[in-house]
Protein backbone atom coordinates (compact mmCIF):
# COMPACT_ATOMS: atom_id res chain seq x y z
CA UNK A 1 0.00 0.00 0.00
CA UNK A 2 1.56 3.23 -0.83
CA UNK A 3 1.55 5.86 1.92
CA UNK A 4 3.11 9.25 1.64
CA UNK A 5 2.99 11.29 4.94
CA UNK A 6 3.88 14.80 5.60
CA UNK A 7 4.34 16.12 9.28
CA UNK A 8 5.90 19.39 10.99
CA UNK A 9 3.32 21.86 10.19
CA UNK A 10 2.16 24.32 13.21
CA UNK A 11 1.91 27.90 13.65
CA UNK A 12 4.74 30.14 13.92
CA UNK A 13 5.61 34.01 14.00
CA UNK A 14 6.69 36.39 10.83
CA UNK A 15 10.75 35.53 10.70
CA UNK A 16 10.48 32.35 12.63
CA UNK A 17 11.75 28.74 10.89
CA UNK A 18 9.85 24.94 10.31
CA UNK A 19 10.86 22.08 8.84
CA UNK A 20 8.45 19.93 7.13
CA UNK A 21 8.88 15.92 6.53
CA UNK A 22 7.65 13.44 3.92
CA UNK A 23 7.81 9.85 4.21
CA UNK A 24 6.81 7.53 1.15
CA UNK A 25 6.47 3.88 1.76
CA UNK A 26 4.84 0.88 -1.02
CA UNK A 27 6.85 2.38 -3.76
CA UNK A 28 10.65 2.49 -4.49
CA UNK A 29 11.76 5.86 -2.85
CA UNK A 30 14.80 6.31 -4.27
CA UNK A 31 13.22 6.52 -7.84
CA UNK A 32 10.49 8.58 -7.25
CA UNK A 33 10.91 13.22 -8.10
CA UNK A 34 9.61 14.34 -5.30
CA UNK A 35 7.65 17.90 -4.75
CA UNK A 36 6.62 19.92 -2.13
CA UNK A 37 2.97 21.91 -3.66
CA UNK A 38 1.55 24.68 -1.01
CA UNK A 39 -1.96 25.97 -1.33
CA UNK A 40 -3.52 28.78 0.48
CA UNK A 41 -7.28 29.52 0.54
CA UNK A 42 -8.90 30.96 -2.34
CA UNK A 43 -5.49 30.08 -4.29
CA UNK A 44 -4.53 28.07 -6.70
CA UNK A 45 -1.86 25.29 -6.09
CA UNK A 46 1.78 26.33 -6.03
CA UNK A 47 5.14 24.01 -6.57
CA UNK A 48 7.43 25.45 -4.06
CA UNK A 49 10.18 22.73 -4.38
CA UNK A 50 11.04 19.99 -6.59
CA UNK A 51 14.11 17.53 -5.87
CA UNK A 52 15.15 14.42 -8.41
CA UNK A 53 15.58 11.08 -8.40
CA UNK A 54 18.86 10.99 -9.86
CA UNK A 55 21.53 13.30 -8.90
CA UNK A 56 19.56 15.11 -6.00
CA UNK A 57 19.22 18.43 -7.75
CA UNK A 58 16.84 20.88 -6.45
CA UNK A 59 14.85 23.90 -7.72
CA UNK A 60 12.90 26.21 -6.07
CA UNK A 61 9.15 28.76 -6.34
CA UNK A 62 10.55 31.91 -6.76
CA UNK A 63 8.84 33.21 -3.89
CA UNK A 64 10.58 30.79 -1.61
CA UNK A 65 14.46 30.42 -3.42
CA UNK A 66 16.50 31.79 -0.69
CA UNK A 67 14.32 31.00 2.19
CA UNK A 68 13.39 27.26 1.97
CA UNK A 69 15.90 24.14 1.51
CA UNK A 70 14.86 21.13 -0.21
CA UNK A 71 16.33 17.80 0.64
CA UNK A 72 16.40 14.11 0.61
CA UNK A 73 17.57 10.92 2.70
CA UNK A 74 16.61 7.79 0.51
CA UNK A 75 17.66 5.55 3.00
CA UNK A 76 15.05 6.98 5.18
CA UNK A 77 12.57 7.33 2.40
CA UNK A 78 11.62 11.40 3.51
CA UNK A 79 12.45 14.50 2.26
CA UNK A 80 12.61 17.47 4.06
CA UNK A 81 11.39 21.32 3.72
CA UNK A 82 13.46 23.61 5.56
CA UNK A 83 11.54 26.85 5.84
CA UNK A 84 13.21 30.43 7.17
CA UNK A 85 12.46 33.61 7.39
CA UNK A 86 8.64 32.85 7.12
CA UNK A 87 6.25 35.14 6.16
CA UNK A 88 2.78 35.72 6.76
CA UNK A 89 2.32 35.04 2.73
CA UNK A 90 3.87 31.61 3.15
CA UNK A 91 0.29 30.88 5.25
CA UNK A 92 -1.07 27.23 3.38
CA UNK A 93 -1.31 23.58 2.65
CA UNK A 94 1.64 22.16 2.10
CA UNK A 95 1.29 19.19 -0.09
CA UNK A 96 4.29 16.19 -0.65
CA UNK A 97 3.81 14.57 -4.02
CA UNK A 98 5.73 11.61 -5.56
CA UNK A 99 6.38 10.90 -9.05
CA UNK A 100 7.44 8.03 -10.22
CA UNK A 101 6.97 5.07 -12.97
CA UNK A 102 5.07 1.79 -11.92
CA UNK A 103 5.24 -0.42 -14.66
CA UNK A 104 6.04 1.62 -17.37
CA UNK A 105 3.27 4.29 -16.41
CA UNK A 106 3.78 7.74 -14.36
CA UNK A 107 2.17 7.73 -11.27
CA UNK A 108 1.50 10.68 -8.79
CA UNK A 109 0.90 9.77 -5.12
CA UNK A 110 -0.28 12.80 -2.63
CA UNK A 111 -0.27 13.48 0.70
CA UNK A 112 -2.75 14.53 3.05
CA UNK A 113 -1.22 18.01 3.46
CA UNK A 114 -0.13 19.95 6.38
CA UNK A 115 -1.46 23.21 7.61
CA UNK A 116 1.39 25.76 7.82
CA UNK A 117 0.21 28.85 9.37
CA UNK A 118 2.59 32.30 9.61
CA UNK A 119 0.73 34.86 11.99
CA UNK A 120 2.01 37.17 15.17
Known amino acids: QVQVVESGGGLVQPGGSLRLSCTGS????????MYWYRQAPEKERELVASITSTDGSVNYGTSVKGRFTMSRDNAKGTVFLQMNSLKPEDTAVYYC?????????????WGQGTQVTVSS
Open 97 to 109: NARTLVGGMLRDY
Open 26 to 33: GFTFSNAA
